[in-house]
């Protein structure tokens, strides 16, 4: 468990020591540590089953997290090997503050997956706010100091709330087992679920959907989710669009794990439904109408986190496997969608759709990439995102909810022409700009991407599915 | 009269007068007085928390009552104050609602707390004292979320926030006697080194907006 954090603080603490053109090659290197951690983890989680400890925990549900934030963190690292060559105008102590807060980033990341105590979960999605809000004031202009501040209010607003909630939660245990760390203990708390008092449990579940909802960026709290993504750099905006979002997701699932076991049932369903619903439906009045990619894309976010919170919400269990299934999908699918998008970026300089046209005369391999990412991202098969999205309609109207359903269905049809409109349009006809040169490094980690969606697409491994299914029936459904 | 005043009531006393200077806060049409009502509303905190040890028996909260007190009452205002001495601006607050309105609103937040707590907390809470200091920390979150959107103001925005985290302080000390010692050395950690990037993304602010007036900052929209 430590190595997870180690390797980030190694990476802080050797930052100063090299030239910024061996410390890249070393940071990728200390992230693909990581990813080969969380491969030892797997199969020890397989042969040993779950381990429940006083500061760390893994388990089925935290697992997927571990492999998301590091197979993303060590791609987005291999990423940025290549774009921060392009960002020519940046210097030396730039691109070291870029890796300092990246590293605090991940390292927030780590702790937030790894730990089983509520209150240090709190303490690292704080950590992960403020780690992030320098990455967005990056480039020091008006938007983005806008964007940095609209982010670190929001989102500290939103997480205070969310400690109120943890310390409801926490109220309700040490009535029955005494104060003490053990009493927010994810698993201590699942064990004794059935005697909370039910009315905390619920004002306690609004606190924390509000607080962590904010940071995840479900609809009426979504403020500073398109700002935030489309300011910062590119590498941050993926890792945050598809690593950040998902951690708080996590959250919000072990909570609502504890409310499920108190046996709160319709009442967490239903709010986590409509909200869903709303989000998605909000993304899809707003895709078609963005005139930057990089927004475009914040937006459809939001529409993932949306189908996210409505899958759980249907509250049967394939819809809760699909959930899962689509944390993975989207976290893949959106990085994909994002280093292309930075390619486009760092090579033009515009993030303004209409600016941009003839991509596969500029940057063919690229467009090559983000063409198939369109269908892949809108949930077209023989993408992942597919199989997830199909999975959730499917249970949805399996369980009776009709009209919500086609409401989903209308707005992924939404926001598949807003996306084929805006992106097509950026594609293809006559060329805007002269051809440009790709960088090796940012090709290899949406190759992978791409590779990795298709071929989960069409077989699913099975050790994945039994991953995902214990995973379900660790959270416990159960209307 | 009867001066013999027990613990409890004082605890109450101090924890209804850092409610009283979360209200004042909203009063206030200088930027140096709302720093000062916020060390003073942290100090009277730091003090409720100090005199609920000696109410609960609960050591760790002596420790978390100065950590209030050195980070809260002295850190930051001190970081505050020299930002507010680099800027130089007109100091006045900007308020997208007036004075009187803010008052009247403070009331009813005050109102709506006690009411709502008295409801839903009569079953499970064994004192009365920490039921009413819970009603209290519940107004003085409140009150720090109106500040927050109530001001234009980037620096009164912060106090707004900070003031919040205090409520969720008191709130933590008067139902749980203190978060566990790790978590809440975390969260005071992350209040303060938030805080300090606030300031630093102010002056990012003053730099390229050349002003603090949060309702400029309006560049980015569909």
Known sequence: MITLLLTELIGIVILPFLAFNKNRYVQAFLQFINFATFLYFFKSLKTNGPYYGTYFMLDSVNLILIGIVSTIGFLTYLYSIGYLEKEKQLKEAKLKEFYFWTNAFMFSMFLLVITSNLGIMWVAIEATTLSTTFLISFYKNKTAVEAAWKYIMLCSLGIALALFGIILIYFGVINITGAGLGSLNWENIIQVATKINKELLKISFIFVLVGFGTKMGLAPLHFWLPDAHSEAPTPISALMSSVLLSCSFYVIIRIFSIDIHAGLGNYIYHTLLYMGLFSIMLAAIFIPRSKDYKRLLAYSTMEHMGILAFSVGIGSFESFFASLLGLIAHALTKTLMFMGSGSILVNLHTKSIKDIKGLFAILPITAFFVALGVFAITGAPPFLLFVSEFLTLLSAFKEGFMWQGMLVLLGFSLIFFGFVESFFGMLTKEPTFSEKKEHIFMLIPMGILLVTIIGFGLFLPNDIKTLIDSAVNTIGVKR | ?222
């Open chain 2, 1 to 222: 009269m009867n001066l013999n005043i027990s613990l409890s009531e004082f605890v109450e006393f101090m924890a209804a007068l850092s409610l009283f200077f979360a209200i004042l806060q909203t009063a206030s049409h200088r930027l140096d007085f709302a720093i000062k009502t916020y060390t003073f509303q942290s100090l009277a905190l730091s003090i409720t928390m100090f005199l609920s040890v000696f109410y609960y028996f609960d050591y760790e909260l002596i420790l978390s009552a100065v950590l209030t007190l050195l980070i809260k009452a002295i850190l930051i205002p001190n970081v505050m104050k020299k930002i507010t001495e680099k800027i130089v601006e007109d100091e006045s607050v900007k308020p997208f609602i007036n004075f009187t309105y803010s008052i009247l609103i403070c009331v009813f937040i005050v109102i709506f707390s006690f009411y709502a707590m008295s409801n839903t907390f009569y079953s499970v809470s064994s004192s009365s004292m920490m039921q009413k200091i819970l009603a209290i920390a519940v107004a003085i979150i409140f009150v720090g979320i109106f500040l927050m959107f109530a001001r234009k103001k980037a620096l009164i925005q912060v106090i707004g926030f900070l003031t919040l985290e205090n409520g969720i302080i008191l709130g933590a000390t008067s139902t749980v006697k203190g978060l566990p010692l790790i978590v809440e050395v975390g969260v005071f950690f992350d209040v303060f080194v938030g805080a300090i990037m606030a300031g630093i993304l102010i002056f990012h602010i003053k730099d390229t907006f050349d002003s603090l007036d949060t309702s400029k900052l309006s560049d980015l929209k569909e």
